[in-house]
């Protein structure tokens, strides 16, 4: 079939792709084709609307990719499990549901970059108060949003667990925030989350849904690109593997919303990128652009996990046999275990002086779980995911055949920089300092992970290496910048592709570097604005919004942070070998 002819086609209906088919086709004028490789997220799709279930989707081959790295050689050469949706709405259709925009000079990171002042926080606040309905923030809060499409809820945090953590970070020397969305990101208190009314509010159902009944909009699924078509360097639509047949589809504009695995491969499978990569597959370069798939970025974590002397956590809702009554409370009413993510507070800290802003972010559980489901061996648990959050690691991502459907080879060199590694034995020491505070003396039954044992340097990082996941933020393999910078690929000010016309990106993989929290808001945010940019608006006015520093900083040393010069490989030491 090759009559179709679109104004835009969207490549990906994930969390980005749902922002831009919404903005784009909204006034009706504009023909818009939303091609997502996955399938759709049903409403009756428990495993996706019931907050609770987030454990099942991950690895779950309907509904996860089940991408993996190579094998990762400062951890034991472990290849690492990502998991990221495929279906309608993408990751945020299978994630933990927990919103963090970052910290605000995450962005003056980004603005500080040459060509990237647009970029700032000033310039990014107004798109992430577009996007949002925060019903826990004052209607006067300057930096939060109040009629947007994703309506945030605060965790309660209600368990006794919950309030006996927040007290121990106090006891630790740390502050209580109101709202690490807000104008304090620094400190630790109750999260935002994306569940509405005690079911997922994913970015297909807050964006995507609305508008599927515009007759300008049209969205398949089960639709997998394999090449963005052009004449000379001017995109003109894609071609797609549909029901066992090959299609082809024109466009005025594609843009590309695969995040930052799918978009770097499908740019290199259409001869954008390297070009001796490239000829080494037999595929012909179209634009040189070596930039494409490097500069990869991601949090590593852990579980530091505690039994529970006292009968107060979630642990036993993990028994099977109590399934049907919690499912039935959350089918009735919406109500119940089910209805919650968990993911109800934490907290952002400093790790030593030499970081300008928090460089660990902890997430705090009242239940010692895995993300796959996996259990500790306890009747009662409680555990702090915790992992440094702008490691000066540098990864790449390189396709290894011209079938797109064959997963790309993904390094991310976990571990393997001085700084990352002091930065994890500082994480670890930093929990444990929390979780032995008073506070939570009455309730801890002893660390069950990583366990007494182990207390050295190298223990530490021995046991990081052997147990730590990803916190599932890949990013940064297309970034933004200017044309001057040799590994730029998408201009700052149209989300063009560099040296190529027709051709836009707008998801994780424009970011420049990863922000300090999980990236789901940061991507939302990016997408509200490129959809201005690719429509031609005059972007939303900067807001200058005064936001907690820890101490008196000029723009210059306001990005006190790793250079984004891909840091050269540490050896590993000789004892040293995963919402």
Not at 196 to 221: D, E, F, I, M, W
Not at 517 to 541: F, S
Request: proline content about 7%.
């Amino acid at each position: 079939m090759t009559n179709e002819s679109y104004d835009y086609v969207i490549v990906g209906g994930g969390s980005a792709g749902s922002v831009l088919a919404d903005r784009l086709s909204a006034d009706g004028t504009r023909t818009v084709l939303v091609l997502e490789a996955g399938r759709s997220d049903y409403p009756w799709d428990l495993f996706i609307q019931m907050p609770a279930a987030l454990t099942f989707p991950s690895g779950n081959r309907f509904y996860d990719w089940q991408y993996e790295s190579d094998p990762e050689p400062h951890m034991h050469a472990r290849k690492i499990a990502h998991a990221r949706g495929k279906v309608l709405g993408g990751s945020s259709s299978i994630n933990g549901m927990i919103f963090q925009r970052g910290n605000p000079l995450d962005y003056e990171r980004w603005g500080a970059d040459p060509g990237m002042e647009s970029w700032d926080f000033a310039h990014c606040l107004p798109y992430f108060k577009r996007m949002e309905t925060a019903l826990a923030a004052e209607p006067d809060d300057e930096l939060r949003g109040h009629d947007g499409p994703l309506v945030l809820e605060r965790g309660p945090a209600r368990n006794p667990l919950f309030q006996a953590f927040f007290r121990a970070s106090e006891e630790a020397g740390h502050k209580r925030t109101h709202d690490v969305n807000g104008y304090r990101q620094e400190g630790f208190g109750p999260f935002d989350r994306n569940v509405h009314k005690g079911q997922r509010l994913s970015a297909s159902r807050a964006y995507l849904r609305p508008s599927r009944g515009r007759k300008n909009l049209t969205v398949r699924t089960r639709a997998l690109v394999s090449k963005i078509n052009f004449t000379g360097t001017v995109a003109t639509g894609v071609s797609y593997r549909r029901n066992g047949r090959l299609r082809t589809v024109s466009a005025k504009e594609v843009v590309l919303c695969g995040g930052a695995i799918n978009t770097p491969q499908l740019l290199q499978l259409s001869g954008v990128g390297d070009p001796a990569h490239l000829k080494s597959l037999g595929i012909q370069p179209v634009v040189d652009l070596p930039g494409v798939g490097e500069n990869l970025q991601d949090h590593l974590e852990v579980y530091v996990q505690h039994s529970c002397t006292q009968p107060v956590s979630m642990q036993p809702n993990l028994s099977l046999w109590r399934y049907p009554l919690i499912g039935l409370q959350w089918l009735l009413g919406r109500r119940g275990p089910a209805a919650t993510n968990h993911f109800e507070g934490g907290g952002f800290v400093r790790s030593n002086d030499d970081v300008a802003y928090p460089n660990l972010m902890f997430h705090f559980l009242p239940v010692a779980v895995r993300y796959d489901g996996q259990k500790a061996d306890a009747k009662h648990g409680y555990q702090v995911h915790v992992g440094p959050m702008y490691s000066d690691a540098r990864g790449s991502l390189k396709i290894t055949s011209t079938d797109p459907a064959a997963h790309p080879s993904m390094l991310f060199n976990y571990l393997s920089t001085e700084q990352d590694k002091r930065e994890w034995v500082e994480a670890i020491r930093v929990t444990r300092d929390i979780l032995g505070q008073p506070a939570l003396a009455p309730f801890s039954g002893g660390e069950l992970s990583p366990g007494p044992s182990v207390q050295t340097d190298a223990e530490i990082l021995d046991w990081v290496a052997r147990d730590a996941e990803t916190a599932l933020h890949p990013s940064c393999t297309a970034k933004m910048g200017p044309a001057s910078d040799p590994m730029a690929v998408v201009d700052p000010l149209t989300m063009k592709v560099h040296g190529t016309s027709g051709l836009r990106v707008a998801d994780a993989s424009a970011m420049p570097y990863v922000t300090n929290g999980n990236i789901y808001a940061p991507v939302m945010m990016l997408a509200e604005k490129a959809a201005d940019l690719i429509l031609g608006r005059q972007p939303l006015t900067a807001e200058n919004a005064e936001f907690y520093r820890h101490r008196a900083v000029t723009p210059g040393d306001a990005v006190e942070v790793p250079s984004a010069e891909p840091a050269t490989a540490a050896a590993p030491a000789p004892s040293l070998g995963r919402a």
